[in-house]
């Protein structure tokens, strides 16, 4: 893209931007994907069994798991013994298909659904970034002209309940919230009441984080989900588990208790821009199939993306894809 076409078309230059962040999110990952691939397809060698054996390890490496890199060799392999392998470029564009392919139905894009309010029930264990993408989805759901209400639902931390408040302040958006210590599933509870009084468009409910080996507090947030229920319009809507990149494979194992606890419908992944293990969202797309909404790729308000397979993969390989 000529910068001339940046300059005058800001939808580009929007795009563009986007593009940069999510790229220098990805570099610690594409450093460690570089080290094991980069003499590997950038150089000179006939593609063979044991170049794809080498390309195995560095997928593994890079925290893409098991099932996935056996996924992708096995397309790789298939190719080599087609012949369809005959040099790096082709070696190049077939690992970028591939993991595309398997990125690609995660894709599906956050939506406010009916009926209103459209409620959305954020989990996920401590320091994943919850209250964080609240706030910046909240700022991005008015700017799209949609009225919304916070629940602090996270009372187990008084400083939870002020982060959100400073949230709702900086995005003129109401908080529904009492004291720590608070019951969570009553804030919650207050929280959609209010804004069916008020014709509100979307609550989005923060909680405490509630680690997975705690059976107590997964059955607390089990108890937050049956007391929405009461309202008998269908919430919650989405319950959406946010995930720390950094915790690696650690995050398919919390997928299976909150999904066991709540019925998880949906993936965010945060902090991709402070890890060299972002290959575990090729990980989770092999073993859950869940659509991957947003990830986090830096401290700005702007720093929350909608999931894109293809750049996803094209910041990731950098100069490799």
């Known amino acids: 893209m000529r910068k001339s076409d940046v300059e005058l078309d800001p939808t580009r230059a929007a795009s563009a931007s986007r593009w940069d962040r999510l790229n220098r999110s990805l570099a610690r990952t594409r ?8 003499d590997l397809i950038l150089g000179e060698r006939s593609i063979d ?31 080599v ?17 591939e993991l595309v392919a398997l990125l690609d139905p995660l894709a599906v894009t956050f939506a406010v659904g009916a009926p209103r309010p459209y409620v959305v029930l954020v989990v996920g264990v401590n320091g ?21 209400v916070l629940a602090a639902g996270d009372t187990f931390r008084a400083a939870a309940v002020e982060q959100l408040g400073d949230w709702g302040r ?17 804030v919650i509870y207050d929280a959609i009441d209010a804004a069916m009084a008020r014709g509100t468009d979307v609550v989005l409910a923060d909680t ?6 705690k059976v107590g507090l997964m059955d607390e947030l089990a108890k937050i989900k049956r007391v929405m229920g009461r309202f008998g319009h269908g919430a919650p809507h989405e319950v959406l588990l946010v995930l720390d990149a950094g915790i690696g494979q650690n995050a398919l194992s919390q997928v299976t208790e909150f999904d066991r606890a709540v019925g998880v419908t949906a993936l965010a992944v945060t902090k991709l821009d402070g890890t060299a293990k972002a290959g575990v969202v090729i990980a989770i797309a092999a073993a859950t199939g869940l659509p991957l909404r947003f990830v986090g790729v830096g401290e700005g308000v702007d720093d929350l993306q909608d999931f894109d ?11 490799l894809a």
Request: hydrophobic share 45%.
């Open 31 to 38: 450093d460690r994907l570089a080290a094991g691939l980069g």
């Open 49 to 79: 069994q044991a170049v794809i054996d080498e390309v195995e390890t560095s997928l593994l490496a890079a925290d893409v798991g098991v099932d996935a890199t056996e996924r992708v060799v096995s397309a790789l392999k298939d190719r």
């Open 81 to 97: 013994s087609r012949r369809q392998l005959g040099d790096a470029e082709a070696l190049k564009a077939a690992l970028t298909t």
């Open 128 to 148: 994943a970034g919850k209250t964080t993408l609240i706030g910046k989805l909240a700022k991005r759901l008015g700017d799209d002209g949609h009225s919304v």
């Open 170 to 186: 900086r995005n003129g958006v109401p908080v529904i919230a009492q004291g720590q210590g608070a019951d969570s599933a009553s």
């Open 208 to 213: 405490a984080g509630r680690l997975q080996a």
């Open 309 to 319: 397979a293809a750049s996803f993969v094209d910041a990731l390989l950098g100069d």
